[in-house]
């Protein structure tokens, strides 16, 4: 009887259980909490371009009066309706959240997930404490900057956090990005991880921190997932991180100023993925971390390790089979040498390997990474190898998504090619490819190809080239440095970035040009093109942000429509054959910052219009017909952004307005000024600076911050130079000679204490040399000849680095350097005045050209200081750049989605 009972009572709690999670038992979802959640989603508008992978947006599909239990992203307990979980990720939401917001109605939230949204670079809001039950919470990849608030240390049941990549570069454009981010200032890091001693998973990817990383953290037991990356951490890093149990995931890359010492690594470890990229290590790594054997991503990019694979990862063959389940190798950018071992070939499960920019040497056989069959991601550019392969082409080859190939000393097209059909991603510039590019590369990644860079080869023409090239998908095409003959070849229409400069291209741009109606870079300089320039190009003004025509033989006028709302930011035409005005409708390119429109044969007055232009930062009308004055009818001709401008070699007239000195603001920055200069090239692309020194070219490279130059040489300018010249206090090289100009040299010029190069020569100049010119410390050149100067010149500084050629041809001046001395009545002339007397006056100047050089994809400027001071000659390295930052993108890219599991989070 008794077990009877007992049986009984077991089955009607069974059946009464199976009541409780039957679904016809589930409570419905409570008024107040669908009302909360649709007050929620009406506060923002559903914009598609709001997240970064668009799947739909979720609450669209909330409806009034129907159960939001059901609504998709919303879960419920099954047993009293409560909302407790609420995954908004990747729903097209644009807006601002405030602190009173109905989402904290939600008291029994335990997961939110609000990642993959823009929310306008709003902070994140105060209210958190009153979600008490949160256990994950998910802000990552959705725009909110600003403190994180006091409030979030009230989450003390949260065991996973992610408010990582809270940036997107691409979207600011003007604005700092450091200034968007997110910041751990109050509450500190270390209080964070003091307060939530639960966490297991911890992601703060491009937090602000900007501390050390406490000793402790290493104490938290249940810690899986640590993520710190672009931190600005600082200090040493705690060994003893290294070796917690638990770890599976360590992320602290992109900390310049954090410090690393590997420990020895004992058996046992849990970790899976170690990136160290670009923090402060140098020396070997441990042969010990061939101990980690569940490791699977190891990212040693940029570290400064030196040696040899051998040494570095362990001895090969033995360190193979401890890191048997690597995926991800990079150890991109250090200075590891020697040769690639054969027996990498063994790691048997890779898929990323990375070994580019190393000093790695040797001959390679490309067979050797054929045999690794999974693997898909190959990048061995810049190091000093040779690459060979001897095997025919196979189906059983891998099918790569990125080869990385420049500088291998290739001397023809790999027939491996031939058969790989799913590549998005192809380099193979700087090597030794000569003549045409065959036919059957038409068909590698046909449908596929994102990026392909052939540049700097000796390519000579395209075999049986289509009328439009047939990549369907490719973005970025670059064919520069290479010896191609024949017409232009027309990208196809997804193409965005098309660069072929610096080839033997002849006849004019077909009009089928026009059809490429995706085009933002257009670089077609440096060789023979001629005819009208198509009026389509200026239609594309919408898309297109930099067009370079620049050393052709285009001739005509410049297309004068432009469309409204232009794109165009670079406009580069110089040294062709066009002639009539500068088009007015110049006006609508509001973007517009670079405006090259040198030695060309245009026959127009001063463009004073251009001022109405709010970003123009260059300005090159040399070797042309302008003429006239270059006054402005309006009394507030701006022109504030202006920082190179050169009017050189045309027929300008009159008094140079001193109202124009008072207003170009971005020349008078004082030198403390430019630490809030930053590399523009860095997001956008990297500038140099050509200049004509007595007719010898010199490219200066590596550019940070600005560049000031103003050029108004062989003018017919007159009167006095105006005092307020002198503003210009970031000004570096100034050229007024060649002109009328009149008057002392004003002595205002001594402000300009950032000059390098002042040239005055040959105009009507009298009195003495101002003795404030001493104080210029950066004059290294000094040109005062053909004026009527008189008095001693100055001693001391720069000036008695001075040769008399810098003064010769002023019979009043005495003193060093020349053989007068002061108080002496009889001039005494060098015979090499007399030589320099006779020759063409523009022998005797520095004259100056600039050139600013693309270098990447999307569009900026910048001009600036030059560091070193490094001369080149024609050197076109910057496209291996680019690559390097493209790259950088993708790993950074696959890095974060594997460590996300490649699920949304």
Same mark, same amino acid.
């Given at each position: ?90 729903? @097209? ?77 691409? !979207?600011?454009?003007?604005?700092? @990005? ?100 670009? /923090? ?47 995926? /991800? ?329 001193? /109202? ?17 200069? !930053? ?25 940070? /911050? ?200």
């Amino acid at each position: 009887m008794g077990s009877f009972l007992y049986l009984l009572l077991c089955v009607l709690f069974f059946l009464s259980f199976l009541q409780i999670i039957s679904p016809s038992s589930h409570r419905s979802c409570l008024h107040d909490q669908s009302s909360a959640l649709l007050q929620f989603k009406h506060s923002f508008s559903i914009n598609k371009s709001a997240s970064e992978d668009s799947t739909y947006p979720k609450a669209e599909s909330w409806k009034p009066h129907t159960d939001c239990c059901s609504w998709d992203g919303v879960t419920c307990d099954i047993v009293n309706g409560h909302v407790i979980g609420l995954d908004l990720s990747n729903s @097209w939401l644009y807006g601002s959240i405030h602190s009173n917001t109905t989402l904290f109605h939600l008291r029994h939230l335990q997961r939110l997930s609000l990642a993959y949204n823009h929310f306008n670079y709003s902070p994140i809001p105060y209210g958190f404490h009153l979600l008490t039950s949160l256990t994950h919470l998910n802000l990552s990849s959705s725009a909110f900057s600003g403190q994180i608030p006091l409030e979030i240390l009230g989450l003390t049941k949260l065991v996973s956090l992610d408010l990582s990549w809270n940036h997107n570069l691409l !979207k600011l454009e003007n604005l700092s @990005w450091s200034h968007k981010l997110l910041k751990l200032e109050k509450p500190s890091f270390r209080t964070l991880v003091q307060r939530l001693t639960n966490l297991r998973k911890l992601h703060l990817a491009y937090v602000n921190i900007s501390s050390i990383v406490p000793d402790f953290l290493a104490d938290f037991s249940s810690l899986t997932s640590l993520d710190l990356r672009y931190c600005q951490l600082y200090g040493i890093f705690p060994k003893s991180i290294f070796l917690h149990p638990n770890l599976q995931s360590l992320r602290v890359s992109e900390n310049l100023n954090l410090t690393l010492y590997l420990p020895d690594f004992h058996s046992g470890s849990s970790l899976r993925i170690l990136d160290l990229s670009r /923090t402060n290590f140098s020396g070997e790594l441990p042969a010990s971390i061939n101990k980690l054997k569940l490791l699977n991503s190891l990212y040693l990019k940029a570290c400064n390790f030196s040696g040899s694979i051998s040494s570095s990862i362990g001895p090969i063959p033995s360190s193979v089979t401890g890191l048997s389940n690597l995926i /991800t190798l990079s150890l991109h950018g250090n200075s590891l040498s020697g040769a690639i071992p054969r027996s990498i070939s063994k790691l048997v499960n890779l898929e990323h390997l990375y070994l580019s920019s190393n000093n790695f040497s040797g001959t390679v056989e490309l067979d050797e990474f054929f045999k690794l069959k999974n693997l898909t991601y190959l990048h061995l550019s810049d190091n000093s190898l040779s690459l060979i392969t001897t095997v025919h082409i196979n189906s059983s080859f891998p099918k790569f998504i990125q080869l990385g190939l420049s500088s291998c000393n290739i001397s023809k097209f790999p027939d491996f090619l031939r058969n790989q059909n799913e590549l998005q991603s192809l380099d193979i510039s700087n090597n030794k490819i000569h003549g045409q590019i065959p036919k059957w590369m038409w068909n590698v990644g046909k449908e596929t190809l994102d990026y392909m860079n052939l540049s700097h080869n000796f390519l000579q023409g395209l075999e049986e080239p289509p009328a439009i090239l047939p990549w369907g998908s490719l973005q970025y095409l670059d064919l520069h440095s290479n010896q191609l003959q024949g017409p232009l070849p027309i990208p196809s229409i997804s193409t965005s970035f098309f660069s072929i400069s610096n080839n033997k291209l002849t006849g004019k741009i077909p009009r089928l040009i026009c059809k490429a109606s995706s085009l933002e870079i257009l670089d077609l300089s440096n060789n023979n093109l001629s005819g009208l320039i198509p009026q389509c190009l200026g239609d594309f003004s919408k898309s297109i942000s930099v067009l370079k025509l620049r050393n052709n033989r285009f001739h005509g006028p410049i297309p004068q429509k432009i469309s409204n709302g232009s794109s165009l930011r670079t406009l580069d035409i110089n040294n062709n054959q066009l002639k009539g005005h500068v088009p007015r409708s110049l006006v609508n390119c509001k973007r517009l910052e670079v405006l090259d429109l040198g030695n060309n044969q245009l026959n127009d007055t001063f463009p004073f219009w251009l001022e109405s232009l709010p970003k123009l930062q260059v300005l090159d009308l040399r070797m042309n017909k302008f003429h006239g004055p270059v006054g402005c009818p309006r009394t507030n001709c701006a022109f504030s952004k202006l920082r190179i401008v050169d009017l050189s070699r045309n027929e300008f007239t009159g008094d140079f307005p001193s /109202t124009y000195f008072l207003h170009w603001s971005a020349m008078m920055m004082s030198d403390e000024n430019k630490s809030q200069f !930053k590399y523009m090239g860095d997001t956008y692309y990297q500038d140099s600076v050509t200049v004509m020194n007595k007719g010898r070219e010199m490219v200066y490279e590596k550019i940070l /911050t600005i560049f000031t130059t103003i050029d108004f040489s062989y003018n017919r300018f007159q009167g006095e130079i105006p005092e307020s010249i002198g503003n210009l206090r970031s000004l570096l090289r100034l050229n007024f000679s060649g002109n009328n100009f009149a008057g002392s040299i004003p002595s205002s010029l001594g402000n300009l204490t950032m000059l390098e190069s002042l040239d005055l020569s040959h105009n009507k100049l009298s009195g003495e040399i101002p003795q404030q010119l001493t104080t210029l410390t950066f004059l290294a050149v000094l040109i005062l000849s053909g004026n009527n100067l008189i008095g001693p010149i100055p001693r001391g500084k720069q000036f008695d680095t001075f040769l008399n050629t810098s003064y010769e041809g002023n019979s009043g001046l005495c003193g060093f350097p020349l053989l007068r001395k002061c108080g002496d009545t009889e001039v005494v002339q060098n015979p090499t005045s007399l030589f320099h007397q006779d020759q063409d006056s523009e022998a005797t100047s520095e004259e100056f050209d600039w050139k600013i050089v693309l270098m990447g994809y999307g569009c900026g400027v910048i001009i600036g200081v030059v560091i070193g001071h490094t001369i080149f000659w024609r050197q076109n390295g910057w496209l291996r750049r680019i690559m390097s930052t493209k790259l950088s993108k993708w790993e950074g890219q696959m890095s974060k989605k594997k460590g996300n599991n490649r699920k949304r989070r």
